[in-house]
């Protein structure tokens, strides 16, 4: 089966025309397929449009989200709902094509893991154009990979690729890094970005902001997500050892030169170091224990409704 995710918000005025290209084009594919909207909890008459929708099109199945949670929560509900063996994640906006799944199915061959779609956008603002560079640059510096788009849509994935994911804020906008990191095979296909006909555009530069301190969590995760007792438990044994050296110094010019330390602060201070080393330590153990079942464990975007 394939699966189509799409994300959408206050996208009333696209979603009958995305859904007429939608299905011409994944009919003509496979007779075996499921569209996924996830209305990431609309104001405008989004869900009414979508349940009339769903009378023509009893493969589409829709899930709403109870308030806006952002394209990551939508795209982390619709995974998990999926049953497809490929996956397929598109935008409502009609920007993306639906006539690339076609091309990014096709390009999924049996060396693949995920085909990215790298997006060509004409006459785009200068602003948005510096955003997204320096943004590449960074994912290129801080994990190390080169990627020609850091890969939001429209993209394919095998099922077993998605199968340990676990996105929150907006790491939605680093998915395909995170895969090349964890030793998937991507390959990239160029796609075109169509200009918007109706609706508003939801591109904010403050997402731009939020998604750089998300890549700065990436990278920690990257470093140390299986064991961060590696950067807890190393910054408290140094402050151990420090607290260490500076105590035997203490305790050297008392016991061997006879030196009065009463009115000196350095033993509170080495004795400081040593308490907030051993509860470095004590963090790095519990954190390791609990990092590795938090975000696994527990369903963050609650859900108001389903119609499948």
Not at 149 to 176: K, T, W
Not at 214 to 241: C, E, N, R, Y
Request: positive net charge.
């Amino acid at each position: 089966m394939l699966s189509i995710v799409v994300p959408s918000y206050n996208e009333a005025e696209n979603l009958a025309e995305f859904c007429r290209q939608t299905f011409q084009v994944v009919k003509r594919i496979t007779p075996e397929f499921e569209v996924i909207i996830v209305d990431d909890g609309s104001t405008d008459n989004s869900w009414e449009k979508l349940r009339q929708l769903k009378r023509r099109y009893p493969r589409l199945k829709l899930i709403r989200l109870r308030r806006q949670s952002g394209q990551t929560a939508c795209l982390m509900t619709g995974f998990k709902q999926a049953q497809g063996e490929i996956i397929i994640t598109i935008d409502a906006d009609l920007q993306h094509d639906p006539q690339d799944i076609a091309r990014l199915l096709k390009a999924l061959d049996n060396n693949t893991d995920v085909v990215s779609g790298s997006r060509t956008i004409k006459n785009r603002p200068a602003i948005n154009q510096l955003i997204s560079r320096v943004e590449f640059w960074l994912v290129r510096w801080f994990l190390g990979i080169e990627l020609d788009d850091s890969g939001v849509a429209p993209n394919a994935y095998r099922r077993e690729v998605m199968a340990d994911i676990h996105l929150f804020g907006e790491m939605h906008r680093y998915l395909i890094p995170i895969l090349a990191w964890r030793g998937f095979v991507i390959k990239t296909i160029p796609v075109a970005i169509r200009p918007r006909t109706a609706g508003v555009s939801k591109y904010k530069t403050s997402k731009a902001i939020k998604g750089f301190l998300d890549l700065l969590i990436i990278k920690f995760w990257q470093d140390f997500s299986t064991k961060p007792i590696h950067v807890f438990g190393s910054l408290g044994l140094f402050l151990m050892a420090v607290g260490g050296i500076l105590g035997a110094e203490e305790a050297v010019k008392k016991l061997v030169f006879g030196i009065s330390i009463i009115n000196s602060t350095i033993p509170l201070l080495a004795a400081f170091l040593a308490i907030v080393g051993i509860q470095f330590v004590v963090f790095g153990v519990l954190a390791d224990i609990m990092i590795k079942t938090y975000y696994k464990d527990n369903d963050h975007h609650q859900i108001r409704e389903k119609i499948l």
